[in-house]
């Protein structure tokens, strides 16, 4: 009883675009993967003078333009002067116009973290007093909007189109062979290479839109596109479309002259494929690894490699999955039970490598187990393995019905061997019968020719007889296109009862739908870990909210820190006291000014002071500053960056002379 395979079709299409859809809904704009901890003036501040600068500390670094930091006025005015700048670490500041007015300004940025994600914000304090505001504090927003869609729909086909194309050709080089003369085998590959060359080109059209503007009508900028192709993400898509053009020789080969090797040769091309193949999908894989999660944060020397392996074993299972399933339901040829079972035992392989390498990236991208409930991604993560799991369970049960297939398959060639003997002795019975029959009809033609030639002897002519001769050859040519006809019909009528005996075979059917429910629990297995992606890691996030609810916690007008240290060189001159001053000891810039007095109290100038700022709960630091000398026993250092709230050791490096120094610290409360 053949089954219709059009509705299961359609049912897996439906799946994924129903499950795509709902993570693009809910989605929203972009996860961001860097996040502001620390501002200066903080968020809601009232500060008595204008500052001279707004500087805003990230998470992690990021990459910032000419309007990525701006500072409007209450009526809605720029009072920043352009670009921000880098001050260190991962601050960046930007400067404001001098004699500002008292009231409520607002301070909205947008800028590109490390592993190529749009992050935006936006935030009010005041000078003087609140004041009435035309400005909206909403963040503008990153990555959202039609373009910011349509960015995740290209992430969500060029991660499909990547696994289809690789597992498919690593399916047919690996463990089917005979399937590079399949069609619909060449179709699935060859659409896989379509959809990660259209998808790349649509990310790099899209890609400075959508981390800058947002607009739809930006997408064909050209100095826009020259400016992305200069960032890390643009170099990383420019280097898969030139991969992907060795790929298409590969493909070329793979369903050309590979196909028509036989021997010896095609041992020799099935290793060339083997090592240009492999080089091929690690470049692929390696152009997501070096713009993503792996390439920022912790490790990223060894996070990249782990990322490269992570992408190519997630191709080979469920790229020869998707292959195994088209070859089951539309391949004209029969898959063999050694080739599920060879792709049974490279999916094992791969599972074993997903779980390895998939245990590293959680501890990198979590690092506690709190993050598992508490964040974003530790949900979807717990998703993702819930989805592994249940594919691992539905991949025994394929592997059952390969065990079965296998046993009975001595029994199916026995069979078949009988059934080839019958056919063929009732192939040659036929034979000749229709040998015999036609020696009579001919012999009958022949005698009737001769009494019609003794009958009508006086009566013919010569143009008459060859007419007759023209006449009996066209009849012949009709016997033989009718007979060629007949073979046709023949050989469709037989393929078609094989396949109606092979698919009635209770345990290839169950191989197929078993195989069939693999492949839906991977489609959404595949957006689900498309959306882990885009979001931010739970380690980023947890320690963002930590340094955020650190520095809301703190007093808005922190007050200075006074700390008073003796110090003895041992040298000439060499005793005194060192006092620090840090205002307002608070995270995010600071101002510090360091007194150097003789233990009469009188200033003195000495060759050399630094200071340097430890957190040890937190393994921060130390953190040097190299103040500059303003007048005799004094030295200052502006925007001095504490980046998280806690108690810090201030540790004070005092030189008197080319041999003597000394360091000595105290512990302060800042933030």
């Known amino acids: 009883m053949p089954t219709t395979i059009a509705p299961r079709i359609r049912t897996l299409v439906l799946l994924f675009l129903a499950v795509t859809g709902a993570l693009l809904a809910g989605a929203g704009q972009a996860s961001a993967h860097a996040a502001l901890t620390g501002s200066d003036p903080a968020q809601g501040t009232v500060v008595e003078k204008a500052p001279a600068q707004v500087s805003l500390t990230f998470s992690e670094q990021v990459s910032t333009g000419v309007d990525s930091v701006r500072v409007l006025d209450p009526k809605g005015r720029r009072v920043d002067t352009g670009e921000p700048s880098a001050v260190g670490g991962t601050t960046h500041a930007v400067r404001l116009h001098s004699g500002l007015p008292d009231g409520t300004y607002t301070v909205t940025y947008q800028v590109v973290s490390a592993d190529s994600h749009p992050v935006a914000g936006a935030y009010t304090f005041s000078i003087g007093a609140p004041s009435a505001t035309s400005v909206s504090a909403t963040a503008r927003e990153a990555g959202g909007g039609v373009v910011g869609r349509l960015y995740g729909f290209g992430r969500y086909l060029s991660y499909a189109g990547f696994i289809v194309l690789t597992g498919g050709a690593a399916f047919v080089l690996g463990c089917w062979p005979g399937g590079a003369g399949v069609r619909a085998v060449q179709r699935l590959v060859v659409s896989g290479w379509l959809a990660l060359t259209s998808a790349t080109l649509l990310l790099l059209l899209l890609r400075g839109s959508y981390t800058g503007s947002g607009r739809i009508g930006d997408v064909f900028d050209l100095d826009l596109l020259g400016q992305v192709l200069q960032t890390k993400p643009g170099a990383a898509l420019v280097s898969r479309l030139l991969l992907l053009a060795a790929a298409a020789l590969f493909i070329a080969v793979l369903f050309g002259a590979y196909d028509k090797r036989e021997g010896e040769e095609k041992r020799d091309l099935t290793f060339g494929l083997a090592i240009g193949g492999t080089v091929v999908a690690a470049g692929l894989a390696a152009s997501w690894a070096m713009a993503e999660h792996a390439s920022t944060g912790l490790q990223p020397g060894i996070a990249m490699p782990v990322d490269v392996v992570h ?50 990236q959680s501890w990198r991208q979590l690092g506690s187990w709190s993050a598992f409930t508490e964040t974003r991604y530790g949900q979807l993560l717990l998703v993702k393995i819930g989805l592994v799991a249940l594919l691992v369970g539905v991949a025994w049960i394929s592997r059952r019905w390969t065990n079965r297939l296998g046993e009975t398959a001595g029994a199916g060639a026995a069979t078949t061997e009988t059934t080839a003997t019958e056919a063929a002795a009732t192939g040659t019975a036929t034979a000749k019968t229709a040998s015999v029959e036609t020696a009579s009809v001919e012999t009958a033609g022949a005698g009737a020719a001769g009494a019609a030639a003794k009958t009508g002897a006086g009566k013919a002519s010569g143009p008459a007889a060859g007419s007759g001769s023209g006449s009996a050859s066209g009849a012949g040519a009709d016997d033989a296109e009718r007979a060629v006809q007949l073979a046709r019909q023949r050989a469709a009528v037989d393929a078609t009862r094989q396949k109606r005996l092979r698919d009635a075979d209770p345990h290839r059917l169950g191989l197929r739908r078993s195989v069939l429910a693999e492949a839906g629990v991977a489609v959404v297995l595949l957006v689900v870990a498309t959306a882990l992606t885009s979001t931010e890691p739970g380690r980023t996030e947890q320690a963002a909210t930590a340094a955020t609810a650190a520095s809301s916690s703190s007093p808005a007008t922190s007050g200075a820190v006074t700390l008073d240290m003796s110090f003895d060189t041992g040298g000439t001159d060499g005793k005194g006291v060192v006092s620090v001053d840090i205002d307002p000891a608070r995270t995010g810039a600071n101002e510090m000014h360091v007194y150097v007095t003789r233990p009469n109290g009188r200033a003195f ?21 190299t103040p500059d000398h303003i007048t005799t026993g004094h030295w200052s250092a502006n925007a001095v960056q504490i980046p998280m709230a806690g108690e810090w050791q201030v540790a004070v490096t005092v030189r008197t002379s080319d041999i003597d120094q000394v360091t000595v610290s105290k512990n302060a409360q800042i933030g």
Do not use: H, N, Q
């Open 311 to 360: 992408l190519l074993a997630v191709a080979g299972w469920l790229g020869g999955l998707c292959a195994l399933l088209v070859a089951l339901y539309r391949g004209d040829t029969p898959v063999e039970a050694s080739v599920v079972r060879r792709f049974s035992r490279v999916a094992f392989g791969s599972v074993v490598t997903l779980v390895t390498t998939g245990a590293y």
């Open 605 to 625: 100038d000495v060759p050399e002071v630094k200071v340097a700022f430890t957190l040890e709960s937190k393994e921060i630091g130390p953190l040097p500053v």
